[in-house]
C-alpha cells in the first residue's frame, strides 16, 4: 500500500482498495493487446460472488425446507412477501406461462444475489482486505500488495457479465418465441417500417437499442456501487486522519455521524439498485416475447 516505514497517504489508501485480486490465466498472448485484457481474471469478484451465491441459494433453500401450511414465522413470511412481489412483477411483463415457470424464479436469483452482493458495502472497508494482508504476509509475501476487493457489484465485469447473460437470454426467447423467420421479420422491420430501403436502417437501431440496453443495465448497478464504496473509504480516512493527528478532535464524531448516515442510506441504495436490476432484466425479457 504504502512504502516500508510511513502511513499511506489518502491517495495511496484508496487505489490500494480499488485494486484487484487478479490472476492472469494465460488464455491467449494475442488478446492481451485488444482493449479488453481477457487473461486477467478479477479473482476477488469471482470467489465473493460464487460464496455469496451459493448462500443466497442456502437460504432460500432453507426457507424452502421449513415452510409450513400453518402460521408462517417471521422468517417464512418475509420470504413469501420476496417470492410474490417477484412473482407479480413476472406476471405483469412475461405474459407467456411457460416462459414465466423458468423467469420468475431467475428474476427471485437475481434480486437475492445482486442484493446480497450489494450488501457486502456494508462491511468495514478494511475488514477483510486486512485479513487478506496478514495471510499474504503469512505466506510470505509482500502485504502492501495484497490487494482486495469486497463488493463484486463495484467491479464493472461483474456487472457487465451479469448484463449479457440478460441479453443472451433474450436472444434465446425471441427465437424460442418469434422463430428465427419472426424475430429476423421484426430485426428489420421496426421500429420505422418494412420497406426494403429502411431494413439496414432498422437493424441498426435494433443492434443500438440491444447494446444500449446491455451496456446501461450493468453500467448503472457498477456506477451506484462503485461511488458508495468511494464514499465509505472517505468515511474511514475521516478515522484515519484523526488517528495520525491531534488537532483532529472533531474527526471521530464526523466519522461516526457520517458512518451512521451514509449506512442507513446506502441500505435504502443496496436494495433499490437490486430491484432495478431485477425489474429491468424482467422487462427486457418480457420485450422478447411481444411484438415490437
Not at 410474490?84 to 437475492?112: C, W, Y
Not at 446506502?266 to 411484438?291: E, K, R
Request: hydrophobic share 55%; aromatic share 10%.
Amino acid at each position: 500500500m504504502a512504502a516500508e516505514g510511513h502511513a499511506p497517504t489518502a491517495s495511496e489508501y484508496i487505489v490500494h482498495h480499488l485494486q484487484h485480486w487478479q490472476v492472469d490465466w494465460g488464455f491467449n498472448p494475442v488478446v492481451q493487446k485488444a482493449i479488453v485484457d481477457f487473461n486477467v481474471i478479477n479473482l476477488d469478484s469471482v470467489l465473493y460472488a460464487l460464496i455469496i451465491g451459493a448462500l443466497g441459494c442456502f437460504v432460500l433453500w432453507l426457507a424452502a425446507r421449513k415452510a409450513s401450511a400453518g402460521v408462517p414465522g417471521r422468517f417464512q413470511a418475509a420470504v413469501e412477501i420476496l417470492v410474490e412481489m417477484v412473482d407479480n412483477q413476472a406476471k405483469a411483463n412475461i405474459h407467456n406461462a411457460t416462459s414465466r415457470k423458468f423467469i420468475a424464479p431467475l428474476g427471485l436469483t437475481v434480486f437475492v444475489w445482486v442484493f446480497l452482493l450489494n450488501a457486502m458495502d456494508m462491511l468495514p472497508v478494511d475488514l477483510l482486505p486486512a485479513i487478506w494482508a496478514k495471510l499474504f504476509e503469512a505466506a510470505g509475501h509482500d502485504p502492501h500488495h495484497a490487494y482486495m476487493r469486497v463488493v463484486p457489484t463495484a467491479d464493472l465485469s461483474t456487472t457487465l457479465g451479469l448484463a449479457v447473460a440478460i441479453l443472451m437470454l433474450r436472444f434465446w426467447y425471441s427465437l424460442k418465441v418469434k422463430g428465427a423467420g419472426g424475430w429476423g421479420h421484426e430485426l428489420v422491420t421496426a421500429p420505422f417500417g418494412a420497406h426494403p430501403v429502411l431494413w439496414p436502417v432498422n437493424l441498426l437501431m435494433q443492434c443500438i437499442e440491444y447494446l444500449a440496453n446491455t451496456v446501461s443495465h450493468g453500467m448503472r448497478l457498477f456506477g451506484n456501487m462503485y461511488a458508495g464504496e468511494l464514499v465509505f473509504m472517505l468515511i474511514a480516512l475521516m478515522g484515519g486522519a484523526m488517528a495520525l493527528s491531534l488537532p483532529g478532535v472533531l474527526l471521530p464524531i464526523g466519522h461516526i455521524v457520517a458512518g451512521t448516515i451514509w449506512t442507513l442510506f446506502h441500505i435504502l441504495v443496496i436494495t433499490l439498485q437490486a430491484f432495478i436490476f431485477m425489474m429491468l432484466s424482467l422487462i427486457y425479457l418480457g420485450q422478447s416475447h411481444s411484438a415490437h
